[in-house]
């Protein structure tokens, strides 16, 4: 029997095979899958913010995509994950409102995305699915039978990667 | 200032509320005035909820609403957006102008946005009043997806500050209880602009 397991905003969770983590509704945050496909070993943060460099007030460290990913990669190691086998999927980042003077506040969605991307690279983890941007919500399941990554969105179909 | 707004005082609080009382009541009587009809309204409920709780406000994170969104500029930076569930949508437009059926269509997008357009512009108006300062809103951005989605935005923004968000939930209430509408404002400063609210109310963190 696989269990449902649920990740709310600024958080993470690990399991292993035949679980399944999910969180709804993501928008500009991201969702951060990564698996190990010889141990079955995922796991799913939800961060919100790139850096918890720039903030002062940074103890939740699953908010963040640099403290959460590192976070997550321990977590993992404890299950029995091996880093250097992880490959990684990411959704969400997506900019809900558009404005045409498009600030820093508004784009953070996509600051996300990229810190993201730039974080795994250097934790040499590929990724293998990039399912960021767009102006849609996002609800994702990441299952760790196979590391697949199911999407589910409103009018925007849903979709397997 | 990286004050979290957990630490907020009773005092702080109470402004805050006095401040969404005032700003919804003005909004309240721009509704009114624009359908002609009495529009009632509930003492605005202020609220600081953890981030991660504030999806269930609008009956969960997958559930589908409208959120109303507008920059401010001015003397103080930052956004403000209206978020109500889809029937309350559809009721506030109807409200305007009734339609049988109405569905989310490019009328009722339009229409939604003018309205929102409406109440958060009185509401900034008053609290511009209130604080003495330059607040300009921007046009209406409206989205229609799911709250955890929606509400990321002012998540996103209060998640610089700290782990909790604050909320006012106004409920405008027409004759018939079935076609009432439930909104929530939320105030989304940019983190300088928090204490130079906070200052111009006469308040110190």
């Known amino acids: ?161 | 200032m990286n004050k979290n707004i957990a630490e907020f005082n009773d005092i702080v609080i109470d402004v805050l509320r006095e401040v969404g009382n005032i700003g919804a009541g003005n909004a309240a009587t721009a509704l009114a005035k624009m359908i002609n009809k009495k529009v009632d309204m509930n003492v605005p409920k202020v609220n600081v909820m953890d981030l991660p709780d504030v999806p269930d406000l609008l009956g969960g994170a997958e559930k589908e609403v409208c959120g109303i969104f507008f920059k401010l500029d001015g003397d103080i930076e930052g956004s403000i957006m209206f978020v109500l569930n889809t029937q309350s949508a559809l009721n506030l437009v109807n409200l305007l102008m009734p339609r049988e059926d109405a569905t989310f269509d490019e009328f009722t997008v339009s229409a939604l946005q003018e309205i929102g357009n409406i109440l958060s512009g009185s509401y900034i108006s008053s609290l511009s009043g209130l604080t003495n300062l330059n607040i300009q809103i921007s046009v209406p951005s409206l989205a229609i997806d799911m709250a955890g989605a929606i509400l990321s935005v002012p998540a996103i923004q209060f998640g610089l500050m700290g782990d909790t968000i604050l909320i006012i939930e106004n409920q405008f209430i027409e004759e018939d209880v079935a076609k009432s509408v439930q909104g929530y404002f939320f105030l989304i400063p940019e983190i300088d602009s928090y204490e130079k609210l906070l200052n111009s109310l006469g308040v110190t963190l």
Do not use: W
């Open chain 1, 1 to 161: 029997m696989s269990t449902m397991i649920k990740v709310g905003m600024a958080d993470l969770k690990v399991t292993s095979s035949p679980n399944v983590l999910s969180t709804l509704g993501l928008g500009s945050c991201i969702g951060i899958c990564l698996y190990d496909p010889v141990t079955k070993v995922s796991g799913l943060a939800h961060i919100m913010l790139p850096s918890s460099k720039t903030i002062k007030n940074n103890s939740n460290i699953a908010k963040f995509a640099d403290t959460g990913i590192d976070e997550l990669l321990v977590k993992m190691e404890g299950l029995g994950a091996n880093k250097r086998r992880l490959v990684g999927k990411i959704a969400g980042g997506a900019q809900m409102f558009a404005f045409s003077s498009g600030n820093d506040t508004m784009r953070i969605g996509e600051r996300n995305a990229e810190a993201v991307r730039e974080i795994l690279r250097e934790n040499r983890i590929p990724i293998q699915a990039d399912e960021t941007g767009g102006n849609y919500g996002r609800t994702i399941e990441f299952y760790a039978d196979s590391g697949r990554l199911l999407i589910k969105t409103i009018g925007h179909g849903t979709k397997e990667v």
